[in-house]
């Protein structure tokens, strides 16, 4: 008798001993090749570069951070197969990836089924409204770009523009953002163009837009190879109106792709992309700043916003792994619900039931770009 | 309006004029061996990604250029030795497979040897924009159409007065009339390879500084030249040259004029169309069967 109990005591130790080690697993689909890359490339080695740090600080809840990543290419039905894989095989905690919107649309039903915690990389604002209970996000979304390039517009006199957009879910999404806020600011979209997704050629839709009377500035919705192309036609038909972009080229590898063409191109960002000339008052700049210089000295590449969303994602996950004290996956989801006054690279996040974004405007600013880099735009 | 159109005019050349160089890879591989090489495109992809990857190396242009059009031909090469020929005498269809089954090789291989990025390369002579007529052209394009018209002229001096060219051409008339007289078809089939990858080598060089270029930019521009080559008449060379710049002016025309949004699907009912009504192509041969 004594002998039972002393090796069920013993057994229940071990149990409970292996079960503190079990690392925390947190899954991650990412468009780390194909037409997003630029997007997912810097989100997987941010998301890589944080577990690291946040294990040698000695992990969260007192275990170690696992990360099991998958490469959806952009694709949605590669993101739906390896997010069905990390619900089922990998059986992990929670899920931070999707780096575009149609991947992760592709996905939400899976995860609302699954009961999955689940914070987005992904920027149209139809991945929170309506308020799906798993699905938070980090970026901004396309209608907060859509208001926020709306009222620089408005305060240049800026009254009369074109539209032109690619196939993809967020570039669709945000046209039908910006097509839906504009009268608000008082802006007339007078031409709507778009382009198929592996078009290499614009100049057929630049060259209507150019022959459209009146047109004061062209806004590209988009992402990825297809604002690069535009920006390069752009330039070639000597449109001289204002180009302006989404945060979907919040990257160097747009400024690359676009040469001397991305010259006076405005778009809405993080302040992570001009950290260094914010000035000392400003409440975002010691978390970019940080993010900025970490990222930079291990990777030795320039960051992007979409790195700071996959930070922001990480860190957030994090928080509401330490409010709820557990891998609960109910307790998690409420956690990440009610974080309030986050400061991430994006800006302050404040969850709630009804708003799934977190982020207002005010983390957004306008940025222009000149000589080959990010400035405030005057 | 008519600065529009003459806008639609040139873009649509420019790239009818890639299309026309990958179409004459297909005639050329179709006359010697009867065969269609899928694997077209991605000679033209290796053509532009080598350039890029020895322009960073530091290598001048001119020298990765001309690199990356023999290790293209030299793929062509080994493509006939080692793929075509061990099948050669197997139905065609199987023959089709195998280059598609090649096709994807190069593919995996481009992306281990280089990456899944977009990679543009430097126009050969400035962006500039040169005005016409209320419309702009890059001075890529007229590289692109220049070197089209060199490459068409060259081709047509190759196959008209060299002994080599008259044999490919003997050989698609009549294989077997063309071994009696003594042609080696083994070498005019991997003149033949050699030559359509150069070709398409060329294509993606040409068209890299435009358009960017990638692991799988071979698939899309394969598949247009294929539509190019059957629109103009499958073997014809000046069908080939006259498909292709056709296809880019109706693609470009239609992007204008009608939807921007369905460009692809046009190279691809135009395949459809012609095979429907003009199985032959618009230049091509009538074939006909002796029963």
Redesign the interface.
């Known amino acids: 008798m004594k002998h039972r109990a002393w090796f069920a005591a013993a057994l229940l130790a071990a149990a409970t001993a292996v079960q503190a080690q079990a690392p925390i697993r947190i899954g991650t689909f990412l468009s780390v090749?194909?037409p997003a890359?630029?997007l997912g490339d810097p989100e997987q080695k941010t998301l890589e570069l944080y577990v690291e740090k946040l294990n040698a600080a000695g992990g969260v809840l007192g275990r170690q951070l696992q990360l099991v990543a998958y490469d959806s290419?952009g694709d949605a039905e590669k993101a739906r197969t390896f997010a069905k894989r990390l619900i089922e095989q990998d059986k992990v905690d929670l899920i931070v990836g999707g780096s575009t919107t149609g991947e992760t649309m592709a996905v939400a039903p899976l995860i609302e089924q699954a009961g999955m915690p689940f914070i987005s990389l992904a920027g149209a604002v139809v991945i929170v409204e309506p308020v799906k209970k798993w699905v938070f996000k980090t970026p901004h979304s396309d209608r907060q770009a859509c208001e926020r390039i709306f009222v620089d517009m408005k305060a240049r006199g800026t009254t009369k523009i074109a539209l032109i957009s690619g196939?993809g879910g967020f570039d669709k999404s945000m046209r039908a953002q910006c097509m839906q806020v504009a009268k608000n600011h008082g802006i007339e979209i007078a031409a709507d163009?778009?382009?198929?997704a592996?078009?290499?050629?614009?100049?057929?839709?630049l060259?209507?837009i150019k022959?459209t009377l009146g047109v004061q500035a062209v806004l590209n919705c988009g992402f990825g190879?297809g604002p690069?192309?535009v920006t390069?036609n752009y330039?070639?038909?000597?449109i001289g109106a204002p180009l302006y972009q989404s945060h979907g080229v919040a990257s160097k590898?747009y400024i690359?792709?676009a040469?001397?063409?991305a010259e006076g191109v405005r778009l809405p960002a993080a302040a992570l992309l001009v950290a260094e000339t914010l000035p000392d008052s400003d409440p975002q700049k010691k978390v970019v700043l940080a993010y900025k210089r970490d990222y930079e000295s291990r990777y030795k590449s320039d960051v992007s916003t979409f790195g700071g969303h996959a930070y922001d994602g990480l860190m957030i996950a994090v928080e509401a792994l330490k409010k709820a004290g557990s891998t609960d996956k109910a307790r998690v989801r409420d956690a990440i619900e009610s974080v309030r006054g986050f400061m991430g690279t994006a800006g302050v996040f404040n969850y709630s039931p009804t708003d799934h974004v977190g982020l207002d405007v005010s983390g957004f600013r306008m940025l222009e770009i000149r000589k080959g880099d990010w400035t405030l735009a005057r | 309006m008519s600065?529009?159109f003459l806008?639609?005019l040139l873009?649509g050349l420019?790239?009818g004029a890639i299309y026309a160089l990958v179409a004459l890879g297909f005639s050329i591989i179709y006359n010697a061996s009867h065969v269609i090489n899928f694997a077209q495109g991605e000679f033209v992809m290796v053509g532009g990604m080598c350039t890029v990857w020895l322009g960073n190396a530091g290598w001048p242009l001119p020298a990765a250029i001309a690199a990356a059009v023999l290790l293209a031909a030299l793929l062509g090469l080994a493509l006939e030795r080692f793929a075509v020929e061990p099948a050669r005498g197997a139905s065609v269809v199987t023959l089709i497979i195998i280059t598609i089954g090649a096709s994807i090789l190069l593919r995996g291989l481009a992306?281990l040897v280089w990456d899944?990025?977009?990679h543009?390369l430097k126009p050969f002579s400035g962006?500039a924009?040169i005005?016409i007529g209320g419309?702009?052209l890059?001075p890529q394009s007229l590289w692109v159409l220049g070197v089209t018209l060199v490459v068409v002229l060259l081709l047509s001096w190759f196959f008209g007065r060299t002994l080599l060219g008259k044999a490919l051409l003997a050989t698609s008339h009549n294989r077997l009339a063309a071994q009696l007289v003594g042609i080696s078809v083994r070498r005019v089939l991997l003149v033949a390879f050699g030559l359509s990858a150069a070709l398409g080598a060329v294509a993606g060089i040409l068209?890299a500084p435009?358009?960017?270029t990638s692991w799988d930019v071979g698939v899309?521009l394969g598949l247009k030249g294929f539509a190019a080559a059957v629109l103009g008449g499958m073997g014809s060379g000046p069908g080939a040259v006259v498909g292709g710049l056709a296809l880019g002016i109706i693609e470009?025309m239609g992007?204008?004029y009608l939807s921007?949004?369905?460009?692809?699907a046009l190279a691809f009912v135009i395949i459809l169309a012609v095979l429907f009504f003009m199985p032959s192509g618009l230049l091509g041969q009538r074939s006909a069967d002796r029963v």
């Open positions: 090749t194909g890359a630029f290419a196939a163009e778009s382009y198929g592996g078009d290499t050629d614009m100049t057929a839709q060259s209507k022959n190879q690069a192309i390069k330039r070639q038909l000597s590898q690359q792709l040469g001397g063409a | 600065a529009q806008q639609f873009a420019t790239v992306t899944k990025k977009l543009p962006e924009p005005q419309a702009t890059l068209i435009i358009t960017f899309m470009a992007a204008g921007s949004a369905y460009k692809d």
